[in-house]
């Protein structure tokens, strides 16, 4: 089953005894899963995939948005700061999910997502306004972030039974993700980048203003009305919670919010494990933002690196998946997981920095920075929701939404103090490679001292349902 539970002194009583013996002694605990389940996951992953490629939609096209909009590399770090800084609010989002359930939080997330988009779909002329508007569509997206990239864990608890939790923590948590890596596809493809970067081109003049401005425009218009189409969607049918539990574990009492709040915070096992999710995650988040500024200087193209970056991302959330599923099925396995996870992301981060330094004279092919880069994304990207579960598990009976809130706060913080001195320090780019290899040793440190508990999946397993 993997290690025992945490002793008494790391965490209070989960129930006060009266309940306990209430438990013991009654009947059990009715408990069922629905079909519908897998259309609230689809909903609710979807709204995932459209703000992730909201977020992303920049970074990778950052050399025609310079030509066509007048943007600096300055700027572009910006726009992706935009997703971190929708963070700062976060504990207003926990305290929505926690009392008003994850219907109107996600509706309010929707909502917020669908007024950026339409603010910076507005086709103004004059430039000056429309970089404001499209500025301000960015923070409205980021604002959606803290339930979008939060609320998975608490979904799948909701709705799906304990063999299926993992699973759908990685579905709900991972298309993020996915449309971060739909974002390098979608935007050099469609979007032509100026003359002189290194690209294929087509018939149509690609040094044309006007035109790449209108390519732009375009995937603005359909990312809205994608937005528009799932909010709707979820405004008819999303449903906060099913009729009857489907565990336990779902049913049982849980924490207030301020209670849940001090709990994380003076927990230290609990600090450890957000500290090894949040620095690698973070560091990669803004790593992948700017990948075509970071592999320009290797003569890597806008196009070529967007490839990187998908199959990087597309990578991580397959394997993040297949993952999941081994641990729902083999349990009490999370910390073997994530440490051979980051073993292989420090290793192949490590390969990355170094190829990238032309004093090693190590071998620099196209082949190598695919591979190498494509291997931390998957790294990295898969471990996501095996974290999320371990934080639950640990910290149980916290609820799922305030616990993945702040770690994932933390992790975006991460995020917004790296793209913020790379406003400052947009040069020469090598630094943040060394940030990336940095935080993943970091992160495999802290795994390593780290004693897991299962509290949660011990109530599951233990209580007759």
Not at 46 to 71: C, E, K, R, T, Y
Not at 238 to 245: G, L, N, T, W
Request: charged residues 10%.
């Amino acid at each position: 089953m993997g290690a025992g539970p945490s002793t008494e002194s790391e965490r209070e009583p989960l129930l006060v005894p009266s309940h306990a013996e209430t438990i013991t002694n009654s009947a059990p605990v009715n408990s069922r899963v629905y079909g519908r389940r897998w259309l609230v996951l689809t909903l609710f992953s979807l709204l995932a995939l459209m703000q992730g490629m909201v977020w992303n939609f920049w970074g990778p096209i950052q050399n025609s948005a310079v030509h066509a909009f007048g943007f600096s590399k300055s700027d572009i770090a910006v726009l992706v700061l935009w997703g971190p800084v929708g963070f700062v609010p976060w504990l207003l989002f926990m305290w929505l999910m926690d009392k008003r359930g994850l219907r109107a939080s996600l509706l309010l997330s929707a909502f917020l997502m669908l007024l950026g988009a339409a603010l910076r779909s507005v086709p103004l002329t004059e430039q000056p306004l429309r970089r404001w508007l499209i500025h301000g569509g960015q923070f409205l997206n980021g604002l959606a972030g803290p339930t979008i990239m939060s609320a998975g864990p608490f979904l799948s608890t909701t709705w799906f039974a304990p063999d299926q939790r993992a699973t759908a923590t990685a579905v709900a948590s991972l298309f993020s993700y996915l449309g971060g890596a739909a974002s390098f596809i979608i935007g050099p493809l469609v979007v032509p980048a100026p003359n002189n970067t290194h690209t294929f081109t087509s018939t149509v003049s690609v040094g044309d203003e006007n035109f790449i401005r209108e390519r732009i425009q375009m995937v603005m218009y359909a990312e809205l009305a994608a937005i528009a189409f799932l909010f709707v969607a979820v405004l008819i049918y999303f449903p906060a919670r099913p009729p009857v539990p489907p565990s336990v574990a779902a049913a049982s009492q849980r924490l207030s919010y301020r209670s849940s709040i001090c709990r994380l915070l003076s927990n230290v096992r609990f600090l450890m494990i957000a500290l090894a999710y949040a620095v690698p995650t973070g560091v990669i988040a803004g790593w992948a933002g700017v990948l075509d500024m970071v592999l320009t200087p290797a003569k890597i193209s806008q196009v070529d690196a967007g490839w990187i970056g998908f199959w990087a991302t597309v990578g991580g959330c397959v394997f993040g998946v297949a993952m999941a599923r081994f641990a729902d099925s083999i349990r009490g396995m999370l910390k073997l997981i994530l440490v051979l996870m980051l073993a292989g992301a420090s290793l192949s981060s490590t390969w990355f920095t170094l190829t990238c330094l032309s004093f090693t004279h190590l071998p620099s092919t196209a082949a190598i920075l695919y591979t190498s880069c494509i291997l931390v994304g998957i790294f990295i990207n898969s471990s996501v929701p095996i974290f999320f579960e371990l934080f639950i598990e640990t910290v149980y009976p916290v609820p799922e939404g305030i616990t993945c809130g702040l770690v994932t706060f933390l992790g975006n913080l991460v995020t917004g103090l790296l793209l913020f001195f790379l406003t400052f320090y947009c040069t020469d780019l090598s630094w943040l490679n060394w940030c990336l290899t940095g935080s993943c040793l970091f992160s495999l440190v802290l795994i390593l001292f780290f004693r897991e508990s299962y509290d949660r999946l011990y109530l599951d397993v233990f209580v007759s349902v």
